[in-house]
């Protein structure tokens, strides 16, 4: 069954139609509020509502992009998460504790254990990084270069203009690359960016 | 120190915000043509460049993260229906909101023209052939003089017998004499027309007036006073105007020693009616408390009639507390007319109850509401 039917059937009430598309989408879904978080019980709390959502709202989804739409609600989902602990700065999100255990590499196992570990090194400093941005910038950065998004599709999943996902994209990219670029010292020297000049 | 000029500055700057979507090809033709040339002349820009591709790939190389658990929902769960547009709660809002101001506005206009005073209505006709309340049996009579102020017998019913008894016309009465009653010596009262069976009038009130008051003292040493308060006065002026009074009997109990009544008006002392006894009709003013109420009551008969027959029209007023000030009573009832009262005491009751079951709706709606969202 395609997409479309397992939506129109969803819209009917058939949880197991829904599922189907939750099974499809639930990996995208759980890695954007994880990187998004930088926790796995917020995260996986954070697609749980997402999905719950989605499906008693699905009579809402007017067609285009499912993926989009789906995108936008688990993107709402993290910003209340985020609100919740604003509301309580005892668990700061410098306190996230970041996921270590999730290192899987490109190549299989082309890399030699020596590579894993600098490979884990730069992977946390890069989540780090992520937290150190503003929420709307990590968001765009998260749907571009992770989920690998287009621009417009971006801007379907978050409801901002073109322009403003440029603008967040690059001014994220960059602060991002000034974070690497203080925390070079800490990382491998294959990691390492390179001064200017 | 920055040897770049003004317009190679801008350039940078311009390039240096479009290397982000130059990495994604975002950019149109002629901005890519400018990133370009800009590129191959800038080494900061280059390093910029590259530093910015490196990031990205490295983000884009970061690991799937496992997903810790399936995400299915339970195959009860059930989308919510499409909510259809529901118009119940801001209607009944709207509602209730236009009653409580309709209440609102009927009650304040009902305080402003009543003056405050919920016992200036209370006035009331009980009945005109309610047995006659335990009369007082004073032994003798004094007479006084006094100042009434002017009031205000508000509802007087009167029945057709009494019409035909104390009428100035001619109509032959049941009675003996089939005499018409004696004409006011004072004057000033002018003959009150009777209205028949059923019908309310409201009588207004006679200037003021000087009212002779009769005082019967009782045996026994006991004191009863039978005050001739402006109501009998209008309550006699109702029956016959110019009253001669005469025993008569009530419920068993019998007013005697009673030999005249009558109204003065303007200060002159009317003297007991001096026609023909047999032509005159006798009014029995006065009034006494029974039951908790103080009954004013007037009755009229025939002095020919034998004395130990009922009385042929009997009039009560119930007259309320003694407490109101009568120029109030006066001024509230010449304010609102009694049908007009009765008419705002139903609104506002409708309005009352209305508006009651309205707030209930509303609330009730509201809460339940507010419990299917937090579900």
Redesign the interface.
Known sequence: MDEQALIGSACKGDARAFNQLVLLYQSMVYNLAYRILSDADAAADATQDAFLSAFKAIHKFRGGSFKAWLLRIVTNACYDYLRDKRRRPADSLDDLPVEEDHVRFLGGGAESPEECIERRQLNRAIQQGLLSLPVEQRVVLILSDLQGLSYQEIADATGLSLGTVKSRLSRGRARLRDYLLEQRELLPTRYRLRDAG | MDRRTGKQRTEHHYVG?????YL?G?LTPQERRTVEQHLARC??CR??LN??R???Q?????????????????????????PQRSWGLPLLQGATVLVALLLVVVVVGDFLLTGFLPAATSRQIVSYEQPLPAAPSPSSIAWETREVEQTVVKTVVVEEGLAALSSPSPTPMPAPTGQPPAAVPGGEAEPTPLVSKDVQEKVAAPPPATVEERTGIGGAGAVETMALTETETTAARLLAPGAAVTETEGAGSVVTGVETAGVQMAGTETPAPTGQPNRTTSVVTGSQEAGGERYTYATALPTERPTREAPTVAVYVQEPAPAVAPARQGEAGAILPDTAVIWLGVAELTLLVAFILLASATLAVMLRRRRRRSQ
């Open positions: 915000e479009r290397l982000s979507a994604d975002e080494q900061a390093w910029e530093t910015l490196q990031t990205v490295w983000l884009s190389e970061l690991p799937p993260v496992p997903v810790p658990r399936a995400f299915t929902l339970p195959v009860t769960a059930r989308p919510v229906r499409a």
